[in-house]
């Protein structure tokens, strides 16, 4: 009887261990936040540094005097593509995200008109030609007349950090260019930095 009951002792405490392990476990929440809330968790490259920079380059940009120089030129709006975008900074960084806030940014300016980039313009281009086999002769989309570009929006995305016990400081510097397509004359530079201090007590980052 002795042993039997020894055994049920065992088993409450084990019971009690294991019942207390599972109340301590942590738990995930997980919680919807306007897009435009800053959320800084680790400290690195994130959406709102995407949307804040691609929003004070574009601002920039429109307000600057090659965009009346030419229209008053050429009597109508400039055509923009974005090209390369290099990511030479020391993390990973999602440059189509950035890429696409630019664009959007610009195009809901009113100031200028776009182009896709070579990548969708492949995928038209396919299209088109699928449609020329198959689509009736009133509704096919003839070639050779897609609008040429007027200027490029080129650059890049740098970053500096220093660290030291539990203490980070990085510097993102993102520097844009906008080249006239014909003649390869910059009509318009532009730089932006971020500077993010990361502070973790007991921690070394």
């Avoid at 004359?185 to 201090?197: N, Y």
Wanted: charge should be neutral; glycine fraction near 6%.
């Amino acid at each position: 009887m002795k042993k039997y009951f020894g055994l049920l002792l065992v088993l409450v405490f084990t019971g009690m261990i294991f019942f207390q392990g599972c109340s301590s476990a942590p738990v995930r929440t997980v919680e919807r936040i306007e897009r435009d809330a800053v959320v800084d968790l680790s400290g690195k490259w994130n959406d709102t540094d995407a949307r804040l920079v691609a929003e004070n380059m574009v601002d920039d940009i429109i307000k600057r005097p090659w965009l009346t120089d030419f229209i008053a030129a050429n009597g109508n709006k400039p055509v923009l593509i974005v090209g390369k975008i290099r990511n030479k900074s020391s993390e990973h960084i999602a440059i189509d995200v950035f890429t696409k806030d630019i664009e959007r940014e610009l195009l809901n300016s009113g100031r200028v008109k776009f182009v896709a980039s070579k990548d969708e313009r492949e995928q038209i281009r396919e299209e088109r030609k699928d449609q020329n086999d198959f689509a009736s002769a009133e509704s096919f989309k003839k070639f050779y007349r897609e609008l040429g570009a007027d200027f490029m929006l080129s650059g890049e995305i740098n970053s500096v950090s220093d660290a030291i016990d539990g203490q980070k400081v990085i510097l993102y510097k993102v520097d844009l260019q906008l080249i006239d397509i014909e003649t390869n004359s910059k009509v318009w530079i532009g730089t932006k930095d971020i500077k993010k201090f990361i502070g973790q007590s007991g921690y070394k980052l």
